[in-house]
């Protein structure tokens, strides 16, 4: 531990901590049997690949810089802008991801998939606090979703990279990196998230009990749970 760690610093490490405690589950690699264990997956999985990419380029770009880095006050407000908004990307890509693929190994209608995925990023966000950077919440990061959720031809989303699109361009988008750097980074950024991406997919892929996950999406319907 860096002595006289300052204490935007120390916010940094906890939250990463909190994306490498997210990982208990990857190791474990429980299946994915039920709405809650979707909700989970994604929201740590979207959490893990939102942090390890941002502050993994920071790092990078910043070398021996890194630590006093956090000492400026405007820099680390907007390494906290960035964590949120780079998440919400990825919370709401994989989520649509998600949904789809269980719409791929199951037979569910458009209507079943487009409300599941909206209920995953409401469930993700709805026990976050409302971060200072934030204050306006996290309403219009839902309604936008839930118009893309609308607009979404669910049956047609292939088993790729294709929906990850929003967080590839958000991670590049909201690093705190100098423009005239981030020019030569575009490239390298982008594939940094698209390989944990490419991870996270994989694993879903062998985790999901599509059938499993349907039904109980349709008995908490049935039940108005």
């Known amino acids: 531990m860096v002595s006289g760690m300052t204490g ?7 939250y990463l901590f909190m994306a490498i405690k997210a990982l208990r589950f ?3 690699e429980p299946s994915v049997v039920t709405v809650a264990d979707l ?3 994604v929201e740590t999985r979207s959490k893990f690949v939102s942090q390890t990419t941002l502050y993994g380029y920071i790092k990078t770009r910043a070398g021996t810089r890194y630590v006093s880095l956090y000492e400026d006050e405007l820099f680390t407000r907007s390494v906290n802008i960035a964590k949120w908004e780079i998440y919400l990307a990825c919370l709401c890509d994989l989520a649509t991801y ?14 079943e998939l487009e409300a599941l995925a909206i209920h995953i ?24 979703y839930a118009k893309r959720a609308h607009a979404t031809a669910w049956h047609q989303i292939e088993p790729g990279e294709a929906p ?14 100098a423009d005239e750097l981030k020019m ?14 490419k991870s996270v997919r994989n694993q879903l892929g062998d985790l999901l009990d599509a059938e499993a996950v349907l039904a109980d999406w349709r008995s908490q319907d049935a039940t108005g749970g």
């Open 184 to 197: 030569h980074d575009v490239k390298i950024v982008r594939n940094s998230m698209r390989f944990k991406w």
């Open 98 to 111: 998600a949904a789809a693929s269980l719409g791929r190994e199951a037979t569910a209608g458009a209507g």
């Open 39 to 41: 909700v989970r997956y």
């Open 121 to 144: 990023v409401d469930s993700a966000i709805e026990d976050e606090e409302i971060p200072p950077e934030r204050p306006q919440g996290f309403g219009d990061a839902r309604d936008a």
């Open 26 to 28: 990857w190791r474990r």
């Open 8 to 14: 935007a610093l120390k916010e940094t490490a906890a």
């Open 164 to 177: 990850f699109e929003n967080s590839l361009s958000a991670l590049v988008e909201w690093a705190p990196v």
